[in-house]
T-cell receptor
Framework: KAGVTQTPRYLIKTRGQQVTLSCSPISGHRSVSWYQQTPGQGLQFLFE???????NKGNFPGRFSGRQFSNSRSEMNVSTLELGDSALYLC??????????FGQGTRLTVV | GDSVTQMEGPVTLSEEAFLTINCTYTATGYPSLFWYVQYPGEGLQLLLK?????DKGSNKGFEATYRKETTSFHLEKGSVQVSDSAVYFCALSVRQGGFKTIFGAGTRLFVKA
């Protein structure tokens, strides 16, 4: 069974640009969550999607958005990038039970 | 709101030493509790879990018991190895509309040979 796949693994963007990250969940998992991991703030919850609907949202500005497609794949978008958005972005998928499986993450560097 | 507090690191131990990483939580309802491990350059891997009070999760020599009376889920291992060096995250998951997993700050463990 394939795991959670995140692409790309690494990205370098310039301040003010926007970026889209992709996450393919484990087959059969309909819930996809996104997290931001930084040395200073640790792991912070961004949002969770289930069957193409956002069910939960963390405390991030509106520049952070996401969506989920009918095949459960999810994308996360960050607009007007700031230096502070540099982080490891992790995606996790789960089924109807609570256990989450994580991808390897996308390392975003904003310069 | 719901939260997880775990002991700050880094924790440095010699090989074969006993490990305890403390974790306490605050939650409404009945959360499931987890320990995840993150090795350098990788995502998080589920280490063990417990879904109700008094459950004991165990894996690879690690154990943790869901203690509702003390709202704790401390991670223990009797004899650590160099390969256990990683960052350990305590987490809880609650159903709030959807499932929301909340993580502690993480504890970095260094094991010396």
């Amino acid at each position: 069974k394939a795991g959670v796949t995140q692409t790309p693994r690494y990205l370098i963007k310039t301040r003010g640009q926007q970026v889209t990250l992709s996450c393919s969940p484990i087959s059969g998992h309909r819930s996809v969550s996104w997290y931001q991991q930084t040395p200073g703030q640790g792991l912070q919850f961004l949002f969770e999607y289930f069957s193409e609907t956002q069910r939960n949202k963390g405390n991030f500005p509106g520049r952070f958005s996401g969506r989920q497609f009918s095949n459960s794949r999810s994308e996360m978008n960050v607009s007007t990038l700031e230096l502070g958005d540099s982080a490891l972005y992790l995606c996790a998928s789960s089924s109807e039970v609570t256990e989450a499986f994580f991808g390897q993450g996308t390392r975003l560097t904003v310069v | 709101g719901d939260s997880v507090t775990q002991m700050e690191g880094p924790v440095t131990l010699s090989e074969e030493a006993f490990l305890t990483i403390n974790c306490t939580y605050t939650a409404t309802g009945y959360p499931s509790l987890f320990w995840y491990v993150q090795y350098p350059g990788e995502g998080l891997q589920l280490l063990l879990k417990a879904t109700k009070a008094d459950d004991k999760g165990s894996n690879k020599g690690f154990e943790a018991t869901y203690r509702k009376e003390t709202t704790s889920f401390h991670l223990e291992k009797g004899s650590v190895q160099v390969s256990d060096s990683a960052v350990y995250f305590c987490a809880l998951s609650v159903r709030q509309g959807g499932f929301k997993t909340i993580f502690g700050a993480g504890t970095r463990l260094f094991v010396k040979a």
